[in-house]
């Protein structure tokens, strides 16, 4: 009895002895520090050049197109003739009406003299109190035609000047829809006309850099008929609300165009300038886990122990995301190996081969050879 208890007691003694020599195997994972990055960050946009003011005029008046004064592609300044519809017919209406008018003007000079004559006539008990209605009555009757004979005139006249199409704003005759001999009625297109002096880039921004975007910012913009040029605008319209089905912020910027170089329906790039922030720390996208709390990464502690931390993201950028809050450059982030794991698990650090990592070398493990942490041991 006393041989078999002393053989358990060295088994025992054995089986402790090894548990205390055999170290604990933890979850295989790869590591990577956290970089401090001097980042260089560009915001650019794609968008398209557009017209400031751009029209299709149309015809106010009913006729025959007599002249056309402008030919296509020309510059005009703003109330430039560019083409007559029939002015001399509306010459002529025109005078017709103002005849009505001097007619109007001597029948309300009658009416008043007779209106003037019942009335001292009234006065001295002469003339009826029914014979100076009718007088009044006449002579109301003639002011009311003069005034709709002067407001014919004022249309005629207005259909004259009408006749004589001018240019609403300066800028270049495009397309032009009809010929001279041609019978338009109102409302029928002319003529196509656009401003070039300004033109406008209008372009749109992802909401994430929505809050970057102010009036009066200088963007650079490059077009692909120049390209060793970059010209330079500035933001004069900035859109009040956000686009709810893609998350965009349009927004229009004017650039100088006195050649008129520079025309509408060009594709740009928009460059709205750099921020340079120091320090910022990254990791691979890799490394970030989505879950309902938010982003989450696994933090390698002391212990070879993983602490789950919460953290905030700004910048996607070349395969890595910039880390605002939650960790510092410097600490070591679970980069493969961590979609399984859980708060304090122990792991165990490998290097690029797969094999322990030791503790003369940083137990980081090279990213980008394409290896996925499934395949450590």
């Not at 006393?2 to 295989?28: H, I, Q, Y």
């Not at 017709?96 to 001597?106: F, I, L, Q, R, Y």
């Not at 229009?252 to 790039?269: Q, S, T």
């Amino acid at each position: 009895m006393k041989w078999r208890a002393a053989t358990l007691v060295a088994a025992a003694l054995l089986a402790c002895s090894e548990d205390a020599v055999e170290p604990e195997t933890g979850f295989p994972v790869a590591l990577f520090s956290v970089e401090s990055v001097d980042l260089r960050e560009r915001i650019q946009a794609t968008g398209e050049l557009r017209a400031v003011e751009h029209a299709e005029v149309a015809a106010e008046v009913v006729g025959r197109v007599t002249e056309i004064l402008v030919d296509e592609g020309s510059r005009v300044e703003a109330g430039t003739e560019i083409m007559a519809i029939d002015p001399e017919r509306r010459s002529l209406e025109r005078d017709s009406a103002k005849a009505g008018v001097d007619e109007a003007a001597a029948q309300l000079r009658d009416a008043k003299r007779d209106h003037d004559r019942v009335r001292d006539l009234f006065q001295k008990n002469v003339a009826s109190q029914e014979q100076l209605d009718g007088a009044e009555t006449d002579h109301k009757l003639a002011r009311s035609r003069l005034l709709a004979a002067e407001a014919r005139f004022g249309v005629q006249a207005r259909a004259l000047r009408d006749a004589r199409v001018t240019a609403p704003f300066s800028g270049y005759v495009g397309t032009r829809m009809v010929s001279r001999g041609e019978y338009v009625q109102p409302g029928q297109a002319l003529f196509e006309l656009v401003a070039l002096d300004p033109i406008e880039v209008e372009f749109r921004v992802p909401e994430v850099d929505s809050g970057r975007v102010a009036l009066s910012q200088v963007v650079g913009v490059e077009l692909a008929p120049f390209p060793e040029e970059v010209f330079v605008g500035t933001v004069d319209f900035v859109s009040p609300t956000i686009d709810p089905v893609s998350r965009t912020l349009r927004v229009k910027a004017l650039l100088e165009n006195p050649e008129g170089r520079l025309r509408p329906g060009l594709f740009a790039k928009v460059d709205l300038g750099i921020s340079n922030r120091d320090g910022v720390a990254m990791v691979p996208e890799e490394a970030v886990l989505h879950r309902a709390d938010g982003a989450v990464v696994f933090l390698m502690q002391e212990d070879d122990r993983v602490e789950r931390r919460v953290i905030e993201t700004g910048l996607h950028h070349d395969g890595m995301i910039e880390v605002t809050a939650g960790i510092e450059p410097g600490d070591r982030v679970v980069s493969r190996g961590q979609a399984w794991l859980t708060d304090g698990q122990r792991v165990t650090p490998r290097d690029r081969s797969g094999t322990l990592a030791t503790r003369s070398l940083p137990p980081v493990a090279e990213e980008g050879d394409g290896e996925r942490a499934a395949n450590l041991p």
